[in-house]
């Protein structure tokens, strides 16, 4: 029995969720209700920085409907919300790792700090409730501006006076300065990386439910890895062990790295369920999410590069102040430093790295990964200075890039990477046709006859993804693996239901997943299931982020399936009476080699579970294989982008009129799904880089832009259609799908596209820079300043 | 939400009458400023009077040389009309860039106007074309009417029941989007009746403003270039996150010189 058919990795298969998504049935953490449910609701610092004097709570504990009320006296007894990642400062000191309170104990440190949760029968009286609890606060001045965080007089935390959380480098200090001293030019930048608010659709949310019969926990929560939130949550604030805590992440609508993290409303309502003995439920408010997920980027730098006479890179020198916020969030102290500093090679050959991170505290919320985290912030300033540096030289951007490139594989970077692959030329080469860049100067005088000014920018980007390599990771101070688990159960009818420890929140995972699971036993899509987002289902998980699901939760699977497979053989033998040596797997079926005898996917299953002729000496019966895969190196997705951008210089109002993007993903399962996920990239890079720009009052610390009235979210009338094409190019050598990782892509190499492309059009005025966003006012007052000087 | 009483009056002179006798009441129109507002707790009056079940405030009907427009027709309508797409396209033009399609299916004219946003497009209209509004005791011309931020003419009692338009030879309206929000970081309503040239500003302001100096050299001649060598003063402007007042000092007449060429078009 055979079942040849095309494979099903490479095709456009429609996605499986989608059906659920579309027609409104998806079950998402707010649409569970349990029985006797109650509601949450927090209240919460008005101020940026100020002790606590007073708390009068008796109002809000007798209001209608009130049930339970706890300030932070009452949560001494549990941790507070831990860091997952210890970095060590240049002089050998780890980290100052400030605790992070559940509710707020004596001090609040950023404009939405919880200070109290109440618990109520309904949302409404939750919220009217904690209206009622009267504050009295001895406000403090506010830290807010990273760059002078260190100077200011103002702590945010005892234990780190100066506000410095660690001052961390990489790379040959001595050797880089050596390669500047004798340097023929050097281009000099100073920027702003600008914070982003994350602004998933779904907002946050958790339904906490304490069994007494069990003495277990159950937490609903919208998570991107509810393992790792168990793990935290059990092991380090509430001091209970894992097997009595389930953690369900159930749909999750979108979450760009802010739903990785542990949060202080999930952990209250957990610890406040017992005490009550009802299940409690919160939900975000837009406002909410705007004042405490953790927001991302958040870098004020300044960097270096020198050139010799020829236009090669002969060093970089880089110093980045990165906010961490108020607190340590799970990941924060690794962004800066081990997911952007170690990516400052981008594609090129500079031999000489230097990159000194100082991390700050402010009175601001936390500052984890978005998006991209960190290598958005080395590839912004890396191919800004590249372009500037082609600029002040009058070299052909693109060209200087091409004498710069990476041609050589497997190429060890000065800071501490190894990229596997890649062909950094065919991408550039291909985005330039693909542009049409030839016929930029007759688009630009079609512009121009319109009073508009038109330029193109270019951006080739790297990243190291497929994180990561647990030693390795370890080594640069995680506090966990970096592994992925997988488990294939095949069930007696050859049906299969996967299970994996990643987590799709609008990634696609159950059908790019099962795409690669049912080529593998060449089965029909159908016949096989993933499940993920549950402890009491999968195994165990380190979840999705950093473009990690396909090249490490995929490769778990499919080393469990290749452990069904060869079981499978060793069945076969038996009933095909043949040598497990003689039996191979082709075409759905497991045949003797070199005859016509075979069994099919099905029989061998059902055979399996139905061992009445069977090999029960050397073998156990059942069709089921877990594995655990760590990565033996990141994966480095690379690729080339040409944005052009209209001006309008009577208004500064800009315009992205093309964007052309051409991804090395390696191998690719599902072509479509790949390209939404740089469309999606490509949405929030631009949008970075022209609209969205978290700001707070440098005085107050009051969020300035708190809602969707200010804080401008990119829409699809912002964006243009998109030219988008993946090459397999360079497949990973290191992973069994050839696989790279294309999430964070188009957020990591769009935003200085459009910034070299804006400065390209606005280079006739005199205008070298321009901050991020670049909105119309930005635009304009650049104009306007050049203007004045002349 | 707090709790509070609703009504829904089923003439003019019942709504009058409970507006008169309740001070903390509020009139409800289209609801899509004053119910974000209530969400928000900015806002807590004791009864909602909805003038929603008035089918005289509602619809667009040409009077001689004017139009007529009831306070109730939502911007949606006033879009679609083709009374007004005949014969003040602006205003239609206008109607159809305000909000989302959800805020033009609620939202009205006379809410619009009542509320004086200092961002809203209709203030710009009104004043722009000289408008005449009408309430349940008096008309008040556009010039005395927008008195300052979210500031009227209209007594708190007083019901606004209709905008007269009259209709010019040549108008257009030039907004430049707030990029978040979307409502006019700066807007211009130019329009030519007669020998009368008006320039209405919205978004700039406390409230929507005339802008003398522009008129006068329009009346001179109504063309773009007649607008060259014309800067605005900041003072007095708004300035937000968005657009410092010398930058929205430096867009009227930017915007006014391309609201005058498309009224020219």
């Known amino acids: 029995m055979s079942s040849t058919r095309a494979p099903l990795i490479g095709q456009p298969v429609e996605r499986k969720e989608d059906y659920r998504f579309v027609t409104g049935t998806g079950q998402y953490t707010d649409d569970i209700v349990l029985p006797r449910q109650t509601y949450a609701a927090f209240v919460r610092s008005p101020h940026a920085h100020a002790h606590l004097r007073s708390l009068d709570v008796a109002a809000a504990r007798g209001a209608p409907g009130v049930l339970a009320?706890?300030?932070?006296?009452?949560?001494?007894?549990?941790?507070?919300?831990?860091?997952?990642?210890?970095?060590?400062?240049?002089?050998?000191?780890?980290?100052?790792?400030?605790?992070?309170?559940?509710?707020?104990?004596?001090?609040?440190?950023?404009?939405?700090?919880?200070?109290?949760?109440?618990?109520?029968?309904?949302?409404?009286?939750?919220?009217?409730?904690?209206?009622?609890?009267?504050?009295?606060?001895?406000?403090?001045?506010?830290?807010?501006?990273?760059?002078?965080?260190?100077?200011?007089?103002?702590?945010?935390?005892?234990?780190a006076p100066d506000n410095i959380c660690f001052t961390w480098a990489v790379g040959d200090k001595a050797a880089t300065d050596t390669a500047f001293a004798r340097a023929a030019h050097v281009t000099r930048l100073s920027l702003i990386n600008n914070r982003l608010i994350p602004n998933a659709l779904e907002p946050r949310a958790a339904n906490a439910h304490y069994s007494p019969a069990s003495d277990s926990y159950t937490l609903y929560v919208t998570s991107q890895n509810p393992h790792v939130e168990r793990l935290l949550m059990a092991a380090f604030v509430l001091g209970i062990p894992e097997h009595k805590l389930r953690v369900v992440a159930p749909d999750v609508g979108g979450g760009f790295g802010s739903k990785i993290y542990l949060y202080a409303e999930e952990a209250a309502l957990v610890w406040a369920s017992r005490r009550v003995g009802r299940p409690i439920k919160w939900t975000a408010e837009r406002s909410e999410s705007f004042l405490t997920d953790a927001h991302g980027r958040d870098h004020v730098t300044t960097a270096e590069l020198a050139l010799d006479a020829d236009g090669k890179f002969l060093a970089l020198r880089v110093d980045t102040i990165a906010n961490m916020g108020a607190y340590l969030s799970t990941f924060a102290p690794c962004i800066p430093t081990i997911l952007h500093a170690t990516l400052l090679a981008g594609q090129y050959t500079t031999p000489h790295i230097h990159c000194q991170v100082r991390a700050v505290f402010t009175n601001t919320a936390p500052v984890d990964a978005y998006r991209g985290a960190g290598r958005p912030e080395a590839t912004y300033l890396l191919e800004r200075i590249v372009e500037r540096a082609a600029r002040e030289l009058a070299i052909d951007p693109p060209e200087l890039r091409r004498r710069n490139f990476i041609r050589k594989f497997p190429y060890a970077t000065p800071v501490g990477l190894t990229y596997d692959t890649g062909d950094y030329e065919a991408t550039l080469d291909r985005v330039l046709e693909l542009a049409d860049v030839r016929g930029f100067p007759a688009r630009k005088a079609e512009s121009e006859r319109r009073g508009l000014r038109r330029g193109i920018g270019y951006s080739c980007y790297i990243e190291a993804c497929g994180i990561a390599p647990s030693s390795i990771a370890g080594a640069l101070g995680a506090r966990a693996g970096l592994f992925e688990a997988g488990e294939v159960r095949v069930h007696p009818t050859g049906k299969v239901t996967v299970f994996t420890g990643s987590h799709s929140h609008g990634q696609g995972h159950e059908t790019t997943f099962a795409q690669v699971v049912a080529d593998k036993f060449g089965l029909p899509l159908e016949d096989v299931e993933i499940e993920h987002g549950d402890t009491a289902k999968v195994l165990f998980g380190m979840g999705t982020y950093g473009s990690r699901s396909l090249a490490v939760g995929g490769s778990a699977i499919v080393k469990a399936a290749d452990k069904i497979l060869a079981k499978g053989c060793r069945i076969a033998a038996h009933l095909l009476e043949a040598s497990d040596e003689d039996i191979e797997f082709r075409d759905g079926a497991f045949r003797v080699k070199g005859t016509d005898r075979s069994k099919s996917f099905a029989e061998i299953a059902l055979a399996a579970y139905v061992p009445h002729h069977y090999p029960i000496e050397q073998l156990e019966p059942g069709l089921n294989e877990n594995a655990f895969y760590d990565p033996p190196n990141f994966t480095f997705p690379a690729g080339s982008y040409v944005c052009e951008v209209e001006v309008d210089p009577d208004t500064g109002a800009a315009r992205v009129d093309r964007f052309t993007a051409c991804d090395d993903f390696g191998n690719v399962v599902n072509p479509m799904i790949v390209e939404g996920q740089v469309h999606g990239g490509l949405a929030q890079g631009i949008g970075q880089a022209l609209l969205e720009g978290c700001r707070y009052d440098e005085e107050s610390g009051q969020l300035l832009t708190g809602s969707l009235l200010d804080y401008t979210l990119p829409r699809a009338d912002d964006l243009p259609n998109f030219l988008v094409q993946t090459v397999k190019g360079t497949p990973c050598k290191h992973n069994p799908l050839g696989v790279k990782g294309c999430g964070e892509a188009g957020a990591i190499g769009s935003p200085p596209a459009v910034i070299n492309a804006l400065l390209d059009a606005l280079a006739p005025y005199g205008v070298r820079d321009l901050e991020m966003p670049a909105t119309p006012l930005r635009i304009w007052q650049a104009i306007e300043a050049v203007r004045g000087k002349r | 939400m707090p709790n509070l009483s609703y009504h829904r009056p089923s003439s003019i002179a019942e709504a009058a009458r409970l507006a008169r006798d309740d001070p903390d009441a509020k009139l409800l129109a289209g609801g899509q400023s004053i119910i974000p507002s209530l969400k928000l707790g900015l806002l807590a009056p004791s009864a909602f009077i909805d003038l929603g079940g008035l089918p005289e405030l509602r619809g667009v009907r040409l009077e001689g040389r004017s139009l007529r427009i009831g306070a109730m027709t939502s911007h949606a309508e006033v879009a679609n009309s083709p009374e007004v797409r005949k014969h003040v396209p602006a205003l239609a033009?206008?109607?159809?860039?305000?909000?989302?399609?959800?805020?033009?299916?609620?939202?009205?004219?006379?809410?619009?106007?009542?509320?004086?946003?200092?961002?809203?497009?209709?203030?710009?209209?009104?004043?722009?074309?000289?408008?005449?509004?009408?309430?349940?005791?008096?008309?008040?011309?556009?010039?005395?009417?927008?008195?300052?931020?979210?500031?009227?003419?209209?007594?708190?009692?007083?019901?606004?029941?209709?905008?007269?338009?009259?209709?010019?030879?040549?108008?257009?309206?030039?907004?430049?989007?707030?990029?978040?929000?979307?409502?006019?970081?700066?807007?211009?309503?130019?329009?030519?009746?007669?020998?009368?040239?008006?320039?209405?500003?919205?978004?700039?302001?406390?409230?929507?403003?005339?802008?003398?100096?522009?008129?006068?050299?329009?009346?001179?001649?109504?063309?773009?270039?007649?607008?060259?060598?014309?800067?605005?003063?900041?003072?007095?402007?708004?300035?937000?996150?968005?657009?410092?007042?010398?930058?929205?000092?430096?867009?009227?007449?930017?915007?006014?010189?391309?609201?005058?060429?498309?009224?020219?078009?």
């Open chain 1, 69 to 159: 009320l706890y300030t932070g006296k009452d949560l001494t007894s549990v941790g507070g919300v831990p860091c997952g990642w210890l970095i060590h400062s240049i002089d050998g000191t780890p980290m100052k790792e400030p605790k992070h309170p559940i509710l707020a104990e004596d001090k609040v440190r950023h404009v939405g700090d919880p200070i109290a949760l109440v618990v109520a029968e309904s949302a409404r009286e939750a919220k009217a409730a904690a209206a009622l609890v009267e504050v009295e606060y001895d406000v403090l001045p506010a830290v807010v501006n990273p760059a002078t965080a260190a100077a200011s007089s103002t702590s945010v935390h005892d234990i």
């Open chain 2, 93 to 265: 033009h206008l109607a159809a860039g305000i909000g989302d399609r959800q805020v033009r299916n609620r939202g009205t004219i006379g809410g619009s106007l009542a509320n004086s946003d200092p961002a809203a497009d209709y203030p710009a209209a009104v004043l722009g074309l000289g408008a005449e509004v009408r309430t349940d005791r008096r008309a008040i011309p556009a010039d005395s009417f927008f008195k300052g931020l979210f500031e009227t003419d209209l007594g708190r009692d007083e019901i606004l029941t209709a905008v007269e338009f009259p209709l010019p030879e040549r108008a257009a309206y030039v907004k430049f989007p707030q990029p978040a929000s979307r409502f006019a970081l700066v807007g211009v309503f130019v329009s030519l009746t007669g020998k009368s040239v008006r320039v209405a500003v919205t978004g700039a302001g406390p409230c929507a403003f005339r802008v003398a100096a522009l008129e006068q050299a329009l009346a001179k001649r109504f063309a773009p270039e007649s607008l060259n060598d014309i800067t605005m003063p900041a003072d007095a402007l708004n300035a937000d996150l968005h657009g410092s007042a010398e930058y929205r000092a430096h867009l009227i007449p930017v915007l006014t010189r391309r609201a005058v060429t498309q009224a020219l078009a």
